[in-house]
């Protein structure tokens, strides 16, 4: 079973401030996705990365994914209380079908005004 | 947009009864998922379904059947609820040929059995 670590697991910072948000795992993925669960709703899209190095900016958010493709972090830039969630990576594993997608267990993020 | 509507937002059911949780989605996507939610244990995958009849078990199956008579519909069975399976039930759906595709989730039931 490929294992992914997400860290922090809980995060309360001021509007404002910048933070980041870690992924790691042991396992060398084919693709790794980041999704963003609000209260009372399912987990949405909010990036694929699938190559090794690879940055993407979703206006204030950036995501990597690493070199080795073992490991992707997300930052974020003056956060805004709309940024507040639960922030899920997933990632599927090499020849992995559909049901080859492993989950993060979270990162809980709060925006204080 | 994909929609995936889940019948019930909250649900209480006995220790014992059989529970249905009804998931449908409307953009004609090959394969449907379902998943639990709890506190500290992240998303764990139940079963999924790549095609109308077709199933297979996910990292936790035990005390859980499906069932996918239409392509648009995929059921979650508990045969006799338990208290170990109050949790937050998700269902996703995703294209099959696409293979980075995302899942596109509901808004989950948040099922109690007592």
């Known amino acids: 079973t490929q294992l992914l670590e997400q860290s922090p697991q809980f995060l309360s910072i001021q509007e404002g401030e910048n933070l980041t948000v870690y992924c790691n795992s042991s396992s060398v993925f084919s693709s790794l996705q980041w999704y963003r669960q609000e209260p009372g709703e399912g987990p949405v899209l909010l990036v694929t990365v699938v190559t090794g190095g690879e940055v993407k900016k979703l206006k204030r958010l950036t995501f990597q994914f690493g070199d080795a493709r073992k490991d992707s972090s997300l930052h974020i830039t003056a956060a805004q209380p709309g940024d507040t969630g639960l922030y899920l990576c997933a990632g599927r594993a090499s020849g992995g079908g559909a049901d080859g997608l492993t989950f993060g267990k979270g990162t809980h993020l709060i925006i204080q005004p | 947009d994909v929609k995936v509507t889940q019948s019930s937002r909250y649900l209480v059911k006995r220790t014992g009864e059989k529970v249905f949780l009804e998931c449908v989605q409307d953009m004609d996507h090959e394969n449907m998922f379902w998943y639990r939610q709890d506190p500290g244990l992240g998303l764990r995958l139940i079963y999924f379904?790549?095609?109308?009849?077709?199933?297979e078990k996910g990292d936790i199956p035990e005390g859980y059947s499906v069932s996918r008579e239409k392509k648009e519909r995929f059921s979650l069975i508990l045969e006799s609820a338990s208290t170990n399976q109050t949790s937050m039930y998700l269902c996703?759906?995703?294209?099959?040929?696409?293979?980075?595709?995302?899942?596109?989730f509901g808004n989950g039931t948040r099922l109690t059995v007592t």
């Open positions: 996703a759906s995703s294209p099959g040929v696409f293979y980075n595709s995302p899942l596109h």
């Open positions: 379904s790549y095609d109308v009849k077709m199933k």
